[in-house]
Nanobody, 121 residues
Framework: QVQLVESGGGLVQAGGSLRLSCVGS????????IAWYRQVPGQERELVAV???????KYADSVKGRFTISRDNQKNTVYLQMNSLKPEDTGVYYC???????????????WGQGTQVTVSS
C-alpha cells in the first residue's frame, strides 16, 4: 500500500501562491487517481481537485482557474499549485488515492496528516 505524505502548506497573504506536494512512499504510476481535499474545523472535507492517470483533471468550481493539479510519476509526487489565494481557501489540505470509474471518483486509500494552509486577508 502506497502511503502519501502532504507538505508545502504555510501562511500567505490573499492573492499569493503556494504549491503543495503529495509524495508517495513508492511508485504512484499505477494509482488511477489522486485527489486533494481540504477541511475547515467543524466542516466536512471538501474535494478540491482530482488527477486521473489518463491525463484528465477535475476541479471544484470554487478553485477552477486558480488551482492546478499535476502529477510527476518520476518523483512519485502529485502537486497542487494554488494561485490567487483567498481567505476562504484556508484549511488543512489532504491528498488521498482513489479510483475514477465511469466518471465517478471513489476513495480507496487512507488519510494522512495533511498540511495547513492559512490565507490572511
Amino acid at each position: 500500500q502506497v502511503q502519501l505524505v502532504e507538505s508545502g502548506g504555510g501562511l500567505v497573504q490573499a492573492g499569493g501562491s503556494l504549491r503543495l506536494s503529495c509524495v508517495g512512499s513508492r511508485s504512484i504510476f499505477h494509482i488511477v487517481a489522486i485527489a486533494w481535499y481540504r477541511q475547515v474545523p467543524g466542516q466536512e472535507r471538501e474535494l478540491v481537485a482530482v488527477d486521473i492517470r489518463d491525463g484528465n483533471t477535475k476541479y471544484a468550481d470554487s478553485v477552477k482557474g486558480r488551482f492546478t493539479i499535476s502529477r510527476d510519476n518520476q518523483k512519485n509526487t502529485v502537486y497542487l499549485q494554488m494561485n490567487s489565494l483567498k481567505p476562504e481557501d484556508t484549511g488543512v489540505y489532504y491528498c488521498v488515492k482513489g479510483t475514477w470509474d465511469m466518471g465517478k471518483w471513489s476513495i480507496n486509500g487512507s488519510w494522512g496528516q495533511g498540511t495547513q494552509v492559512t490565507v490572511s486577508s
